[in-house]
């Protein structure tokens, strides 16, 4: 059991739930759980922030909420990407991808000696 | 959005914070399974579960606050939407019976437009008149001479007085007025002008636009001639530009610097015949006319104790007026009471308030009348699953919808009224030029008629969904035809409606009456043919009596030797204008009376009786009548001053009986027949004096009475003798003295023009009431007009029994509306000439109008009901 290891800013948060949601529509738990499982651990979700970001991006239109069934015969509130989640989520994709590769070039690049 | 909102309302409902909670709930479960999954036993798990979660509490207050802000969001488009659902349809209804939202439209804005127009003009006249700072506490002074009931103005001994130590009031001012010249710029025009005090700008509160005002140089006779221009003159004269300062006016030929600009509202305290474009400085003795006094009360002083004070200053200090030693009275006269056509204006008000009361008397029938006509639609609505209270929300924003739609209509309405009354006004009625839109009474009127409006456009929805669905599409619902209570009130609107119109009729009536007889009052002379040219003479250029006495002779000749003209005559005035007017002691050889007596004066040339055709008993003035003091007099002044004696031959003269000597006496050779003096009416008790055309009086102001062959226009050629002999002269005005006469009683003919227009505006409301009430009755009776017609009545039968059922509503109407009217004329007495309030003839018109007028309005459903197929009206549709 890990503990909450790195604090999450929220916008990532909000480009991962939108990509695990691309995949295949589930409910909150679903998305934390896929997200620990893809990193090994390494990322754990605080639910405190989790449920939060998920209705703010409902309120956004970027995802919508419907209550179904689980396998286990439980209630739960399924979530869906929309269209317009679908185009945000390419549009951040981008940007991280951008940021990720500049920051990274940051920590890489050592000076030229004169 | 519509899609989610569907999915919001299906599944979240008022539940946030269940749902929420649900859904953490699952949440820590499966955390808790998963811990179970690895061992521990389930308390345990759960312990760790929420351990893991960690700070759940605001988890879900976040969750919450988001929850509870799109619930409102959903909410409020949801209200927006249907809003707008609600104003389509509307719009679309009220579109699809163009005729009767055209109707019900210009009802509304009719009737706010005309009572707001009129309640302005009431209120820019007479209520709040000036727009002056503190202007309800601004007050007019004057002394009453008690017996003859003049009034004069205070002499400037009590007005410094006053001014240095009154404490009631704040400050005062003196001013004058008269009319000059303006040349040099295009064409001579005449001017108002006033002449104020430097401090006069500053008693108005109202600033000045430009430049200052006057200084002590130019306050001294001799002194610089300055002049403080109106704005209305320096935007039309000198375009509004900044550097009028310092320009030059040809005032009377003299020019005058301009110094200053005046605010377009300052204006004079009581209206003069033409508006003030010239404000003089007052120089000592430079006021043609005498000057009057305004003063501002100082907050919280009643008319009462101000005027206790002065007339105990004038006390104390030992001022008393000249002319007489017995007592006088001052009098404290508000700016609006002076206005002349008060009544008139009053009755006016009382008027269209009484057709605006018509006016949302005949919407509200309106509505409810189309309430009934869609009980159909609604019934198969409701059949459709529309709630009920959607469908009234729906119904009150077509009622609102039309409402709004009005009230925009009726601003409209007022504001051209407004202008209307402004610019139709009779030339006599100054104070109606001032009327501007008063917000006010436009609010007053459009919540009036909004609530008129929407209030019984609520009542039809009401009823409307009353009605079972079953009865309203059978379409048959109880043979008596409609909603009992619908109909009883539609009714009492009619009878309503039938009564204030019949009110108004009345009024209109009587006036119309009043005028007719003002029209035909016998003037005591010929007037037909007679012209009257009034002619100024600037001082200026005649100085000298002689260049007047000249002037005069010319005109007369040169205006006499005109082909058309018959007779030409010179006067200081023409009736109906006055010569003059004077307050004197009177003496006469049998005794004298102390008190000043209020006589008229006007001095003529010989001819003047003979030109006007006025009789005349004993003679008239000759050659030598100035030197031997001959006088003229009018009946009322015989009667007064030698009753039951005949007057020629008697002598008089003027003074307090103070005089020694036996000098100044005057002889009264004619006695001539009373003239009208200010108004279309002969006065009897107004005491007239003619004397010979005295060249040292020093009349600049001569009248011409000209009598011309029928059908000869004399206007021209008069003009031109006057330009001849004088070419800087301004052309001077000729009129018929018919055409003076009638526009002295411009007022009450104005009145009687609007009023008969709201009458005639309520009688056409009235109509289409009635009309809408007999047309709902004979469509829910067809089925027992076509049992009727089966069982053998005749379409006249039928005809009869529709108009009877008219007819009884406006006869009940009508004889309300009548009783009323007796009682309201009492109200309008000083306005009526020649008829009494209970004038028959009035009545009786007003009687056989309406009725007329109703049996028109059942024609149409009547022969509706007369071609009702008895077979179709019984299958019941």
């Not at chain 2, 009622?399 to 209307?420: E, I, N, P, Q, W």
């Not at chain 2, 010929?526 to 250029?541: C, E, I, K």
Request: hydrophobic share 45%; net charge positive.
């Amino acid at each position: 059991m890990s503990e909450p290891a790195i604090d999450f800013l929220k916008g990532t948060l909000d480009l991962m739930i939108l990509k695990t949601l691309s995949w295949a529509p589930t409910h909150g738990y679903g998305i934390a759980r896929w997200i620990e499982q893809c990193t090994d651990d390494t990322l754990s979700v605080e639910e405190g922030s989790l449920y939060p970001a998920l209705h703010r991006l409902e309120e956004r239109g970027l995802i919508l909420a419907e209550w179904g069934i689980t396998e286990h015969n439980r209630r739960a509130k399924f979530y869906r990407l929309t269209v317009a989640g679908k185009k945000q989520l390419r549009t951040s994709h981008e940007y991280w991808a951008r940021f990720a590769g500049a920051v990274t070039r940051v920590l890489e690049t050592a000076p030229t000696t004169a | 959005m519509n899609a989610s909102w569907r999915r919001y309302l299906r599944f979240w409902g008022a539940r946030v914070e269940e749902d929420i909670d649900d859904e953490l709930a699952f949440h820590l479960e499966m955390r808790a399974r998963e811990y179970m999954d690895r061992g521990m036993n389930e308390r345990d798990a759960n312990a760790a579960a929420m351990r893991r979660v960690g700070d759940i509490a605001r988890a879900r207050a976040t969750c919450r606050t988001i929850g509870h802000r799109r619930q409102r969001r959903m909410h409020r488009a949801q209200t927006l939407d249907a809003l707008v659902q609600d104003l389509r349809y509307a719009l679309r209804t009220l579109s699809r019976q163009r005729g009767w939202t055209a109707v019900a439209l210009l009802t509304m804005a009719l009737g706010i437009g005309a009572s707001t127009a009129v309640f302005s003009a009431v209120n820019s006249t007479i209520l709040n008149p000036l727009p002056y700072a503190g202007a309800r506490r601004v007050a007019m002074i004057w002394r009453v001479d008690p017996k003859s009931k003049v009034m004069i103005t205070p002499d400037l001994e009590m007005f410094s007085a006053w001014e240095k130590e009154s404490r009631a009031i704040e400050a005062m001012e003196r001013y004058g007025t008269e009319e000059v010249t303006v040349t040099g710029r295009g064409e001579a025009a005449k001017l108002g002008a006033a002449r104020i005090r430097p401090t006069f700008p500053a008693f108005t509160g109202l600033p000045l636009l430009r430049g200052r005002t006057f200084v002590r140089e130019e306050l001294v006779p001799g002194g610089r001639q300055v002049a403080l221009i109106s704005e209305r003159l320096w935007r039309q004269q000198f375009g509004g530009a900044d550097d009028v300062l310092g320009q030059r006016l040809m005032l009377n030929d003299k020019p005058v610097t301009i110094i200053g600009v005046a605010a377009g509202r300052m204006r004079l305290p009581m209206p003069s015949a033409l508006p003030t474009d010239v404000w003089l400085p007052l120089v000592k003795d430079s006021l043609v006319f005498g000057d009057l006094t305004v003063a501002r009360l100082k907050p919280g002083v009643t008319d009462s104790a101000a005027r206790r004070e002065i007339l105990d200053i004038i006390k104390r200090n030992n001022l008393t007026p000249k002319l007489s030693r017995s007592r006088f009275e001052l009098q404290l006269v508000r700016p609006g009471d002076v206005v002349s056509f008060k009544t008139s204006l009053y009755l006016l008000a009382g008027a269209v308030a009484l057709l605006l009361l018509v006016a949302c008397a005949n919407v509200a029938h309106l509505l409810l009348a189309r309430g009934a006509t869609r009980e159909r639609e609604i019934a198969i609505r409701t059949a459709l699953g529309a709630g009920r209270v959607r469908i009234a929300r729906q119904l009150l924003t077509e009622s609102a919808l039309l409402a709004v739609a009005g009230c925009v209509g009726g601003v409209l309405f007022a504001y051209a009224g407004v202008r209307a009354l402004a610019l139709l006004r009779p030339a006599s009625l100054v104070a109606l030029a001032f009327t501007s839109l008063d917000s006010r009474a436009l609010v007053g009127a459009v919540v009036m008629s909004a609530l008129a409006g929407i209030a019984f456009g609520f009542t039809a929805a009401f009823h409307a969904i009353r009605r079972t669905t079953a009865d309203s599409l059978r379409g048959t619902a109880t043979s008596g035809g409609g909603a009992p209570a619908t109909h009883r009130l539609r009714s009492l609107l009619v009878i309503t409606e039938m009564a204030l119109s019949a009110m108004l009729l009345v009024g209109a009536a009587l006036l119309v009456r009043s005028v007719h007889n003002l029209q035909n009052i016998d003037p005591g002379f010929d007037t037909a043919n007679l012209y009257s040219m009034n002619v100024q003479l600037p001082r200026n250029r005649y100085p000298a009596d002689a260049d007047r006495r000249r002037f005069m002779e010319q005109v007369m000749r040169e205006a006499g030797a005109i082909p058309g003209v018959v007779a030409v005559t010179a006067a200081g005035a023409t009736p109906p204008g006055i010569g003059g007017f004077m307050m004197s002691a009177l003496e006469t050889r049998a005794g004298m009376d102390p008190a000043p007596q209020a006589m008229m004066m006007n001095f003529i040339t010989p001819n003047y009786f003979s030109t006007l055709r006025l009789r005349l008993e004993g003679r008239t003035f000759d050659e030598g009548s100035l030197e031997r003091n001959d006088v003229i007099v009018n009946r009322a002044f015989a009667r007064k001053h030698w009753p039951g004696q005949p007057a020629v031959g008697q002598q008089m003269r003027f003074g307090d009986g103070r005089q020694k000597s036996d000098e100044g006496w005057m002889t009264v050779i004619g006695v001539a027949d009373e003239v009208p003096t200010g108004g279309a009416m002969r006065e009897p008790d107004q005491p007239l004096i003619y004397q010979p055309m005295d060249p040292r009086a020093g009349l600049s102001r001569i009248s011409f009475a000209v009598r011309v062959k029928p059908g000869f226009d004399p206007v021209a050629p008069l003009r031109n003798v006057v330009k001849t002999l004088d070419d800087r002269m301004i052309p001077p005005a000729v009129t018929t003295v018919d055409a003076d006469l009638a526009s002295s009683i411009a007022s009450q003919r104005f009145t009687m023009m609007l009023l008969a227009v709201f009458a005639t505006l309520a009688v056409v409301l009235s109509a289409i009431g009635l009309y809408g009430v007999i047309s709902y009755v004979v469509t829910q009776r067809t089925r027992e007009i076509g049992i009727r017609i089966a069982l053998g009545a005749t379409p006249r039968n039928v005809a009869r029994a529709v108009v009877s059922r008219g007819l009884v509503l406006s006869t009940i109407g009508l004889a309300l509306g009548l009783v009323a009217a007796v009682w309201g004329t009492r109200v309008i007495k000083s306005t009526l000439y020649g008829v009494t309030g209970t004038d028959p003839v009035s009545y009786v018109a007003t009687a056989l109008t309406l009725l007329a007028v109703s049996i028109l309005a059942c024609v149409v459903p009547m022969r509706r009901a007369m071609r009702v197929d008895p077979v179709i009206a019984m299958r019941g549709e």
